[in-house]
């Protein structure tokens, strides 16, 4: 048998346009080709069990091996095989048909995200790193003849007969000069590694050594000889893959080692086992985050019949949920040509919902079940629970129940719960309830002092996403309003319309404005002299909470009307009228004293919010020296 032809196509250049366009990395070609391996094991395992083969199925690992003299690839499966019939069908005629209409489709546009839907075209991918590819072949059928396939990148193949004895396909890659960095065996290792790890037919890539016993030495120690044993890259059952009844929780987390082996053990993960309305299996875990939790992101891997396709999987999993880490595999996520990239259908839409709403049931069964166990747990998954509030709102109205709020003492409420605690004493004159919150209990300190001199209660609000989430509390929640403990002096945070008396006259309040104004020297800060309690600070210098929150959001990533970074502080300095140190202000002999003590508390109020630094610090430091010593 020989034969030569022309592939029916309409393009005459059509492998450049599959190399340039059809696959941005070149290395998914030994995903492709394993890939197909696989398949036609699993066909002729499948005709095994309906009793349509008879013969013996015996080993069914899938080999692949690198011949760096020849310069060659060969991927070897001992699945159904092809005729030569059947190779002009699969290979000439179907793949081509979809690799023509790519190209007929897309070739103007360079966009090679686009769907096509033929899969045969993966067998294609091998002429981006072979300027020739051969099929040996031995169909599973009796009396099949074994059948070569040969094609150097052109449009023209041979077909003839081949000497191949035993059932399946060997494809051969003759490597192309340009990637000679495929004949290295710790680069096809690599890629193996990636993408073949769970396939679900043993892959073996030659040999490995092992250390094995081998006796005692005269002295008794143990002694140690090197074999060779088969490097069986993959494992061919996955945990995902399993019953979620018939494992244990040791067997979840040797598997996050192995996916993760340098990241700390997960808090607690969600076993995803759907196969309707769609198919979808896999584990989620929930890692414990660190702070800057962009570096999180892309830790989940998308699957499709154990063969890894990406770790970008931000249409298949919500925004907020990107941070989890594990394993998802789906076949019916529908994928451009190349697999590299999702596309976007009412799959996709029903998986992401259901990813949610399991996610939100798990969280809320640890809420009720285990409370303490939760609140144990909230620094770590917190931010994902803040996230998906702020972010979706179906998981929103589940997550209301357990989404907690800590106070500066430790205790944790859910925000009806923290309404309830603190509505008495913190309800406004406009009968709205304020909740106080720190972002920092060091710098802010004293503020929060002065708040537990009214015994008013303070959240610890530090989180990555809190600044949003503040946004959002005062959104969802009717008759809520968030403060920052430092925006205000106390008695306008919460403002319940309790006139306090000045002791300085009209003529004095305006005698010590004058002098700070002087003392500050910028015409920006806003200067007040208003009565408060005789212990509360001489000076209180606040940034106004909507000014300060944008501010906050810009420095988390959210942006803002303007770029609040760049414009001046506009401070707000509000001085006690009543405090002994405004009076020695009043009564000083001098302007120039009066100026000197309306800098140094204007300074004691810079330094408590650790604004105090360089020169400043330095003559501070300095005049009180100076005053201590006069």
Not at 51 to 59: A, F, I, M, P, R
Not at 231 to 251: G, T, V
Not at 412 to 419: D, G, L, T
Not at 476 to 481: L, M, N, Q, W
Request: aromatic fraction near 10%.
């Amino acid at each position: 048998m020989q034969e030569k032809g022309t592939i029916s196509i309409h393009t005459e250049n059509i492998f450049p346009i599959i190399k340039k366009f059809l696959y941005s990395d070149h290395e998914i070609f030994l995903r492709e080709l394993t890939s197909n391996a696989v398949d036609a094991t699993q066909k002729i395992k499948r005709l095994a069990s309906l009793g349509e083969y008879k013969g013996e199925l015996g080993d069914l690992t899938i080999d692949v091996s690198v011949d760096k003299k020849k310069k060659t690839i060969t991927i070897s499966d001992k699945g159904i095989g092809m005729t030569a019939d059947e190779i002009k069908k699969y290979i000439n005629q179907i793949a081509f048909s979809g690799a023509t209409e790519f190209v007929e489709k897309y070739k103007d546009k360079g966009d090679e995200q686009q769907i096509i839907g033929h899969f045969g075209l993966g067998f294609y991918s091998a002429f981006m790193v072979a300027k020739q590819v051969e099929i040996q072949t031995l169909s599973y059928q009796e009396g099949a003849e074994p059948a070569a396939w040969l094609c150097d990148g052109n449009t023209e193949f041979e077909i003839k007969t081949s000497k191949k004895k035993e059932r399946g396909t060997d494809i051969i890659l003759h490597i192309a000069d340009d990637s000679e960095e495929f004949l290295e065996e710790h680069r096809i290792q690599g890629i193996l590694d990636k993408y073949s790890k769970f396939l679900p037919v043993p892959i073996r890539f030659g040999q490995k050594d092992r250390q094995v016993e081998d006796g005692e030495d005269k002295d008794g120690k143990k002694k140690w000889k090197t074999v060779k044993e088969d490097n069986i890259i993959n494992n061919p059952e996955p945990l995902w893959a399993k019953s979620p009844s018939e494992l244990k929780d040791e067997d979840y987390l040797e598997f996050y080692k192995e996916l993760y082996p340098f990241s700390e053990e997960p808090l607690f993960w969600i076993h995803l086992n759907v196969d309707y309305p769609f198919n979808l299996t896999g584990i989620l875990y929930f890692p414990k985050l660190k702070k800057d939790f962009e570096v999180q992101r892309n830790k989940i891997q998308l699957y499709s019949r154990q063969v890894f396709i990406t770790d970008e999987v931000k249409d298949i999993v919500p925004d907020f949920l990107q941070l989890l880490h594990g394993v998802i595999d789906s076949p019916d996520i529908p994928l451009n040509v190349s697999r590299s990239y999702l596309q976007s259908d009412s799959n996709v839409k029903k998986i992401n919902g259901y990813i949610t709403k399991k996610v939100a049931d798990k969280l809320g069964d640890l809420f009720k079940k285990d409370r303490p166990s939760y609140e144990q747990k909230w620094s770590d998954i917190g931010v994902f629970v803040k996230y998906g509030m702020i972010s979706e709102e179906k998981f929103e109205e589940k997550a209301k129940d357990f989404t907690l709020v800590k106070n500066v003492e430790g205790k944790f409420f859910n925000i009806e719960e923290y309404k309830t605690e603190v509505a008495t004493n913190q309800t406004n004159k406009d009968k709205s309830v304020v909740f106080l919150y720190t972002t920092d209990e060091e710098k802010q300190h004293s503020y929060l002092e002065t708040a537990k001199k009214r015994s008013y209660d303070v959240l610890v609000l530090d989180g990555p996403v809190d600044s949003h989430f503040i946004n959002h509390v005062e959104q969802k929640y009717e008759g809520v309003t968030l403060k920052r403990v430092d925006a205000d002096v106390i008695d306008k945070l919460i403002d319940k319309d309790e006139k306090k008396e000045s002791v300085l006259s009209d003529a004095e309040k305006e005698k010590v404005s004058a002098a700070f104004k002087k003392a500050i020297g910028d015409d920006k800060n806003n200067v007040t002299v208003e009565p408060m309690a005789t212990d509360d600070m001489p000076v209180t210098i606040t940034l106004p909470e909507f000014i300060r929150r944008m501010r906050d959001m810009q420095a988390q990533g959210g942006g803002g009307p303007m770029m609040f970074g760049e414009m001046p502080l506009n401070l707000a300095v509000s001085v006690n009228a009543n405090h002994a140190f405004t009076r020695k202000i009043v009564e000083a002999e001098s302007e120039e004293d009066q100026i000197a003590l309306a800098k140094q508390a204007y300074d004691w109020a810079l330094l408590s919010q650790g604004m105090l630094s360089g020169k400043n610090l330095t003559n501070f430091i300095n005049r009180s020296v100076e005053l201590a010593v006069k």
